[in-house]
């Protein structure tokens, strides 16, 4: 053996620290914002304050005299060149969608829409100018609310015609893949259990926290353009396909990124806008957005109304599900704002083997802010509906929440298993996630200490929620993409360079924004090829050096892009067996590699890679005919999705005086698969659960009647800090996937995911005996207590009044707010 | 994220800075710690032509007794404030309530000037002030004089001191002995109030001999919770006594309604929070 | 313009500036100190946070010109040479960062909460660092970091 001494046995599995910190904990960062190039001038953007409004006149001439202004672009000034923002998911052929401007041209469709671009020497000159531009509007009605925009009201485009984009159904009877609902349900009406109920997802902003910025270098060559982007790729494409330009003629450079969530899985007006700017001033140009603009123009998440029928058996075996969603698409369709609510439609069966499923969405324009992926896209909202209907389903059936899933769910030895919406689940193992949860959890007590408050009439009262839920992750199969009408693929690539001195190179086609790929691929490719996981260097997020790719979302990177460096290691080592063989004078059928070493089996004769690498560069000595290059590229295509799952229990006081609540106790038992470091796993669980806790207790995007977005600032957004929040309980049990080599299933979303149900269904919990079976998120003290009360009968719901606490003063009503305790069993 | 230019100007005295105050009149915008006003300028919520800065004033920043006042000159920080063993002492409503102001960096460099001045409904000195019967000290081009806390908030975000005029300390009679509570209300912790109430108690062979109740974010301006003060006095510090002289907490209150809370849950909070204040101030 | 004169990380730096410029702005864009980032632009995340005079203070809620005659420390100046502070060690131990841009910042408020409080509980860790925002982590493991930060400090087992 020649493994070097202290390293572990495998790198995959081991908690190594991350490369990328080194640079990170100093301040030795590259944020695209950090760039300065020579002669740069800095854009500031003019938004709309109106929802919806005809332009009716621009006057940019005291903005273009004033100090230091280079130029200000106006709608009118690109609007032959401008191009529309793409959607790269249409979900039915005759999907409606208005043509989307970077800078609008005669009308504006959402408050914070773009209308024009002041270009200056300095950041504060450009702000100073974008002042002074006179923008007359004519304003329009505003569709706003979802419900009464999906009535075609008002509409959001009325060159549309109407406000729904599109309808999507998937049908368990029709596809072949399960019965039929309507029929589950009249049966279930006689003598069965029928639950019929409506959630809000309420609309959230991803709320990465680095602020987006744009660079770009119109001299040279090529056109440069550094972003703060998940999607460099996608980037380069779409500003090829957008602005005319030759492919070949674009570099991307996705830099540090600082977070993404989905929310930077965009191609922005900001972005084409920086290059119509350089291009229009022939200097590198910058564009970096204050938080208050994030909030308003990068896209927002969730916003679902979600109607659901479930049947079932008296004993609580679940017959059907039905389930109809009004999905907002707000004033635009973004890159997948469309087939967010789709990737929900598959999940909303989750982990149950319901026999027959509908589903239904109607997508619908409103004059918001456009919404697209967050965290989860799509998978979360059907998390949150089926586990918050199951603890329904299990107080009609009198039976612990656990209990009433155990009845529903995939027993393991049911692996592998094909879902009643057709997907084939691989591996999973429900009954031992769940059963660690509670011991670690310690179920009983906290039942028992529940029991106790409610006795006592205690003010504080205790709550216990359950989530076990499933995901699909590894986006994604291009043939499945293909058939749901998406534009691309979801392979990825990587090559693997193996450098003379014994360096190896790694490039891949992710595009990491905080994962930490840097650090696994480097481990996955040290056991892979031997090498010490020092040696590895992982490059990413440029598309000259990693010039094909299809970059970071969705829980793909470890099962999908990692899959592609493996293959590209392992067709290096195949390279390399060849070189060795003739170095070894044996046959390379007798050549075993393993721990960086190549041997002819049952001798001891050897050659380390590095030698063989070496020879390979200095080409001295080669077979004949073999090429002098060991590097070696892969493509991969997976053949179906990952199912990581999960069970995650929560436990909530209620203080019944006030509504406040106060987490009191969380875990998490994950299966995803095998676990390449459990150190980045447990940070992307934490991160994944307080981010979906925080849609359970704190954020919304509120708009006011008018159309402003009200929680504007993180003033009014109220993004958790860590006093806020608790230390976690997180473990994992492994059924490795059976889709790629090492079994891994994806991660970065499974936190936030399963806890949103699990606070909420805490919070139900804990005051469901005073008459409460429903709080919409987020769960606000006020709205718990309005429930607590409503349902007490000493009143009714109150109306939540919203206005910011910038902007204090200004009238405004929010008509989604409030708590409900209607909806029942029949 | 810019603010829009302004020119500064850096008195090192009070009368320096009364003159600048005067010369640029009601353009001028004075900067303190700065903590609410950065924010206004970089939103462009405001842009004032000048901007006076008291960061180099001498003697605004220190705290002292003065016979049986605690004198906190307006310069002194949040921080400075929160741990200072003297408003412990005397004051120690006071001390909790600033030590729960926004966080620890605002804390460093915000001052009780800067805070009394701005005046925000919702901000943590108010209520404490209106409890501990403060005064403030305002300083004009003619001398100085004496504003108590009944009297200082004149409406929104509007106060006592006048257009040339600073306020230049807070004078607070010595509460040492009595019991004191400030319970403050938030959704996530480095919010402003969404409702607080400061308590100062005497209690007396198990009866209130005296409270003093401040409240944050109740109206336009902090309130007392005069009601409640009444109807304690002489009651045995019981939680069924004090609750039901809470439940006049909202007495004569205008609160806003916002997306932390209705005006209608705030009159409620105002009740729970304002019993368990002086539950907890008087020991019971 | 107004003539300062700042010390920062250790360097003496003379400057004129606009009044308006924020000192988060100077450090990045005039001395390229672009390690301290800007994540919002109402004080609440903290991203920014610097040290002036010692206490940890939001570089986008003060005006370059207010610094004059003072000292500032950033993240870049925590670092003894190649020695990182033990705090830097236990964000990075403890994988307390993932995406890095709240790092700079969380880590400097870090310092100044044990620099304060040298033993802090963890409910003490948490309140102090209210004013620092993290997406990525939630919190879990920058907590754990500032403890055996803390320890390491106080030249404790960590």
């Not at chain 1, 279930?188 to 770009?216: H, K, N, T, W």
């Not at chain 2, 701005?118 to 001398?143: E, F, K, R």
């Not at chain 2, 607080?196 to 109206?219: F, S, W, Y």
Request: aromatic share 6%; glycine share 10%; with cysteine.
């Amino acid at each position: 053996m020649t493994v070097v001494d202290d390293r572990p046995a495998t790198e995959v599995g081991s908690p190594r620290r991350r490369k990328e910190d080194a640079r990170l904990i100093v301040g030795r960062t590259r944020w695209t914002d950090n760039l300065t190039l020579p002669g740069m001038l800095h854009l500031a953007m003019v938004r709309s304050p109106y929802a919806h409004a005809r332009i009716t006149s621009v006057d940019a001439d005291a903005a273009r005299q004033a100090p230091n202004v280079v130029a200000v672009l106006t709608g009118e000034d690109v609007k032959d060149i401008q191009g529309g923002l793409p959607c790269a998911w249409p979900i039915t052929p005759d999907q409606k969608a208005p043509t989307h401007p970077s800078i609008a041209v005669d009308r504006v469709a959402f408050a914070g829409e773009i209308v024009a671009v002041v270009i200056a020497r300095s950041p504060g000159e450009a702000r100073d100018a974008a002042e002074l531009v006179d923008v007359e509007y004519d304003e329009l009605p505003a569709a706003l609310e979802l419900k009464a925009a999906a009535a075609d009201q008002t509409l959001a485009h009325p060159d549309l015609g109407t406000n729904t984009s599109a309808v999507w159904t998937f049908d368990s009877g029709a596809a072949g893949t399960g019965g039929d609902v309507e029929a589950a349900i009249s049966a279930a009406r006689d003598g069965g259990i029928v639950i019929e109920r409506e959630y809000r997802q309420q609309r959230l902003i991803p709320a990465f926290m680095e602020p987006r910025s744009f660079v770009c270098d119109p001299t040279g060559e090529q056109l440069t353009i550094w972003s703060s982007t998940q999607v460099p790729h996608f980037v380069r494409i779409f500003t090829a396909a957008v602005l005319g330009i030759p492919e070949s003629k674009i570099r991307v450079i996705a830099p540090d990124v600082g977070g993404g969530f989905g929310g930077k899985l965009q191609f922005t007006p900001e972005e084409v806008i920086t290059v119509l700017a350089a291009r229009h001033t022939g200097k590198p140009c910058k564009y970096t957005e204050t938080r208050s603009e994030s909030l308003v123009s990068a896209h927002h998440g969730r916003d679902q109304w979600q109607k659901l029928t479930l049947a079932a058996t008296a004993d609580g075996h679940v017959t059907g599900l039905k389930v109809e969603l009004l999905a907002d698409m707000g004033a635009y369709l973004g890159l997948v704002t469309p087939g967010v609510p789709i990737l929900g439609a598959f999940m909303f069966n989750a982990i149950y083997t319901f026999p027959a499923y509908h589903f239904t969405c109607r997508n619908v324009f409103t004059n918001k802010t456009w919404t697209d992926a967050y965290r989860g896209a799509g998978r979360p909202e059907a998390t949150y509906a089926i586990e918050r209907l199951m603890d329904e389903l299990a107080v009609e059936v009198g039976v612990d929440p656990l209990e009433i899933r155990e009845r529903n769910w995939i027993r393991h030895e049911q692996f592998p298993f094909t879902s009643v919406c057709g997907l084939e689940y691989d591996s999973g193992n429900y009954e031992a996630a769940t059963a660690r949860a509670k011991e670690l959890f310690g179920y009983d007590d906290l039942r028992a200490e529940q029991a106790r408050r409610r006795a006592s009439n205690d003010p504080v009262q205790l709550g216990i929620g359950v989530s076990t839920f499933t995901e699909m992750c590894g986006l994604a199969p291009s043939r499945v993409l293909g058939s749901l009408s998406y534009a691309a693929g979801g392979w990825e690539a990587a090559s693997v360079r193996m450098l003379p001195t014994g360096k190896v190179e790694v490039v891949t086609g992710t595009s990491p924004h905080g994962q930490g790929h840097e650090t696994a691929w480097s481990q996955i490719v040290a056991d892979r090829l031997g090498v010490p996981f020092e040696d590895v260097e992982v490059l990413h997020g440029d598309t000259q050096v990693a010039h094909k790719g299809l970059d970071t979302y969705g829980s793909r990177s470890l099962v999908v892009g990692a899959e592609a460096v493996i293959r590209a290691a392992d067709k290096v080592i195949e390279k390399a067996r060849v070189v060795a063989a003739h170095l070894l004078e044996a046959s390379v059928e007798d050549i075993d590699f393993a721990n960086g070493s190549f041997t002819v089996r049952g001798t001891d004769s050897a050659q380390a890679m590095a030698e063989v690498v070496w020879a390979a560069f200095s080409a001295h000595n080669l077979p004949d005919g073999f090429e002098p290059n060991l590097d070696s590229e892969a493509t991969f295509d997976p053949v179906s999705f990952s199912f990581p799952h999960g069970t995650h229990l929560c436990a909530m006081e209620v203080d019944t005086e006030t509504g406040q609540t106060t987490m009191r106790k969380y875990v998490a038992v994950d299966d995803i698969g095998t676990i390449v470091n459990p150190l980045i796993v447990h940070g992307q669980v934490h991160g994944g659960i307080v981010q979906g806790v925080a849609q359970a207790l704190w954020e919304e995007a509120v708009y006011d009647d008018a159309g402003t977005l009200v929680s504007g600032s993180l003033v009014d957004y109220t993004i958790p800090s860590s006093a806020d929040t608790i230390s976690l309980t997180v473990d994992q049990t492994t059924s490795p996937s059976t889709t790629n080599t090492l079994g891994t299933k994806g991660v970065g979303e499974a936190g936030a995911i399963a806890s949103t149900p699990a606070v909420v269904n805490a919070i139900v919990d804990a005051v469901r005996h005073l008459g409460v079976n429903d709080i919409r998120m987020p769960c606000t003290p006020e709205r718990v207590w309005t429930a607590i009360r409503g349902a007490s009968g000493s009143g009714g719901p109150s109306t939540a009044a919203a206005a910011s606490h910038l902007g204090a003063g200004a009238p405004n009503h929010d008509p989604d707010s409030g708590a409900a305790t209607q909806g029942g069993a029949q | 994220m810019i603010p829009a230019t302004f020119e500064y100007v850096a008195p090192t005295s009070v009368d320096e800075a009364l003159a600048a105050l005067a010369e640029s009149g009601d353009d001028a915008k004075v900067i303190a710690g700065g903590q609410s006003l950065l924010p206004v300028l970089k939103m462009r919520l405001n842009a004032p032509s000048v901007v006076i800065d008291l960061g180099r004033v001498d003697g605004l920043r220190g705290i002292s007794v003065d016979g049986s006042d605690l004198v906190i000159g307006a310069m002194t920080t949040h921080h400075e404030i929160a741990n200072s063993p003297l408003v412990r002492e005397h004051a120690g409503v006071l001390a909790d309530a600033v030590s729960q102001v926004a966080d620890a960096q605002v804390r460093h460099r915000g001052t009780i000037g800067g805070s009394l001045a701005h005046a925000d409904p919702a901000g943590d000195y108010g209520a404490p002030i209106l409890a501990l019967g403060a005064s403030m000290v305002i300083t004009g081009s003619g001398g100085s004089r004496t504003v108590a806390a009944d009297d200082y908030f004149t409406d929104l975000f509007e106060t006592a001191v006048g257009e040339g005029e600073l306020l230049t300390s807070v004078r607070i009679p010595s509460h040492g002995g009595a019991g004191s509570a400030y319970e403050k209300f938030v959704r996530v912790a480095q919010q402003w109030a969404i409702v607080a109430v400061a308590a100062t108690v005497r209690v007396a062979d198990g009866h209130i001999a005296e409270a003093a109740i401040g409240l944050t974010n109740m109206g336009s301006t902090p309130l007392r919770a005069r009601g409640v003060e009444e109807a304690l006095r002489g009651r045995p510090v019981t939680a069924d006594a004090v609750r039901e002289a809470a439940s006049r907490a909202a007495e004569g209150t205008n609160p806003p309604s916002d997306l932390n809370g209705s005006a209608e849950y705030r009159r409620h909070l105002a009740t729970v929070l304002t019993a368990r204040a002086v539950l907890k101030a008087a020991g019971g | 313009m107004t003539r300062i004169t700042v010390t920062v990380d250790g360097t003496r730096y003379t400057d004129d500036v606009e009044p308006r410029t924020l000192l988060v702005q100077y450090l990045r864009d005039r001395l390229g100190k672009v390690g301290t980032v800007v994540g919002c632009d109402t004080g609440n995340c903290g991203a920014c946070t610097v040290h002036l005079d010692g206490r940890s203070v939001k570089s986008c809620q003060l005006l370059a010109v207010q610094t004059d005659g003072h000292e500032v420390t950033t993240i870049e100046g925590l670092a003894n040479g190649a020695t990182l502070h033990p705090m830097q060690e236990a964000f990075r131990d403890c994988h307390a960062l993932q995406c890095g841009f709240c790092t700079p910042g969380m880590i400097m408020q870090a310092v100044d909460l044990v620099t304060e409080n040298p033993h802090p509980t963890e409910a003490e860790v948490r309140e102090g660092l209210e004013g620092n925002l993290c997406r990525c982590t939630g919190y879990h493991n920058i907590v754990k970091a500032v403890q055996q930060g803390a320890g390491a400090m106080s030249g404790g087992q960590s």
